[in-house]
């Protein structure tokens, strides 16, 4: 799995995309074989460090950028690149901003963008290569081929995950109207979200890279997750235990945190989320109902909330009678029939599902 990229390193990306004006200017100095560097910021802070070049201040254009690009100095560009502020300029970042660049332009780039923290576009004469700077980091942007490649494998990777998520949550599910959950059943599925999540990023990622050649990878990524966070939030809110030093928004958190050996490890799972008192994987647990109930259609989230604090766990929720539910504020008469069938319903396709 790719390394994580910064939020600030894809909104770069994304201003470099197939089909934005700013990428048709780069393919334009590509082709006619020039380099380039250019400052995707005109705030007070790049202007300290300009020296020399001239005053632009004209409307963004990918044929006046790669004209500009025939200078050796530097292109400013405004923040949203609608405007070149200044062009032919001569870059002066701190000196003693460590860079592992080895070229002149490539090391102004890297130390730019680490003393500012703006991003920075080198485009390579010789190596005929884009690299983007943010902060710390450097990202090679690659041809769309081979990115598109790497998009579909993963969405091929992401296929077999959510398969084998929905696996889990389905018998998770026969488990919870069977009364018979442990710890080890939470975190399977728990660990299986946060796998599905990472690759979705990743996605992502390729997606927001390949600008408007990624629509297909987009549609697709959209329609394997689904409603995948809500399920995810749905079964922390069902077992994790809080307090007024722990919250949900702690689990999740903690969860993604971890790192991908680490991840494998159910055992960290569960000490991460808090979800097993002393350590034991294999202690029975309760559900709230929230995932249970959140499956019948048209339940509002208040009415959800109300019937989770009345009857504090699934197995007293499916066993209550109508007169029961009733009483529940916003539930009436309709909502509690529906509640009550739609609840046997599901445990009875959780059970057929978990058996055949």
Known sequence: MSPRRSPAL??????????????????????????????????????????????????YSPQRLSELAKMDGAIIVATDAGRIARANVHLVPNPNVPTSETGTRHRTAERVARSIEVPVISVSQRMQVIAVYTADEKYQIEPVPRVVNRANQALQTLERYKMRLDQVSGALAALEVEDLVTARDVAGVLQRTEMVRRIADEIEGYIIELGDDGRLARLQLEELLGDHDDERRLVVQDYVQTDASWHLEQATEG?????????????????????????????????????????????????????????????????????????VEGVGELRARAIKEGLSRLAESSILDRYT
């Open 10 to 59: 894809l909104e770069a990306l994304a201003q470099v995309a197939p089909g934005t004006p700013l990428r048709e200017g780069i393919d334009r100095i590509l082709q006619a074989g020039m380099g380039a560097l250019i400052v995707i910021s005109d705030s007070a802070d790049v202007l300290n460090i300009c020296s020399g070049g001239f005053l632009l201040d004209a409307a």
């Open 255 to 327: 969860l993604s945190r971890l790192g991908t050996d680490d991840l494998l490890d159910l055992e960290l799972v569960g000490a991460v989320l808090h979800l097993p008192p002393g350590g034991d994987l294999d202690v029975s647990m309760t559900p709230r109902g929230y995932r249970m109930l959140s499956r019948i259609p048209r339940l509002p989230v208040g009415v959800i909330d109300r019937v989770v604090e009345r009857f504090s766990g699934l197995p007293k929720i499916m066993r209550a009678n109508l007169t029961d539910l009733e009483d």
